[in-house]
């Protein structure tokens, strides 16, 4: 299941940074987990609904690629789509000799899902909302499923989305997320370079 994500795309891009910040974490430490893409919402006239998918779909394969994140979604729909499979209701369903044209979206929203052990809704983010604490959420977990001291007693802050192969994303505001930061007396700053 799919835990409520409160109101807005605020709620679920908060949800989605935390569950993909676990989802990593747990990668760097004990191996790569086991995900899947939850479609959440599927945009009225998009390619997604002329395909037939729906909302709970969990995509399966694009063009027999087994599809294991949202960048790897991206680069399989980059060059056109001609069948998708996705688990509706247990039960695998194919969608074949499709023509999603080359650089069209599908016009969906997803929901990285996996095992887990990291129970995310104990991540108290209070009033944040968007995705750009992802890197910073994944960087605590780390530290605190690991020995040691990750930040070697250093006042960090840093800014940055997280995508399931724990690359860093771009974000906005960068001069704003700077400003607290010093403000804060933090001694360093990760922001993506993007």
């Known amino acids: 299941t799919v835990p409520d994500t409160g109101e807005g795309d605020n709620g679920i891009d908060m949800l989605s940074a935390k569950q993909s910040a676990a989802l990593v974490a747990e990668s760097v430490i004990y191996g790569k987990p086991n995900v899947k893409l939850f479609i959440t919402n599927v945009l009225e006239n998009s390619n997604g609904e002329k395909i037939g998918l729906q909302p709970g779909d969990i995509i399966n394969y694009v063009d027999f690629s087994e599809i294991f994140s949202y960048e790897k979604l991206v680069s399989e729909i980059a060059d056109g789509v001609s069948r998708i499979s996705v688990v509706r209701d247990k039960e695998i369903i194919e969608f074949n000799d499709l023509s999603v044209p080359r650089g069209e979206k599908l016009g969906i929203n997803l929901y990285p899902i996996g095992s887990t052990k ?74 993506p370079s993007a």
């Open 118 to 191: 990291i129970d995310i809704d104990k991540l108290k983010t209070e009033n944040v909302s968007g995705s750009s604490g992802g890197l910073i959420f994944t960087l605590v977990l780390i530290d605190s499923l690991t020995k040691g001291d990750l930040t070697g007693n250093k006042k960090i802050a840093g800014t940055g989305t997280i995508n399931l192969d724990g690359s860093i994303g771009a974000i906005d505001g960068v001069s704003y997320k700077y400003k607290a930061a010093v403000d804060s007396n933090s001694e360093l700053f990760f922001v």
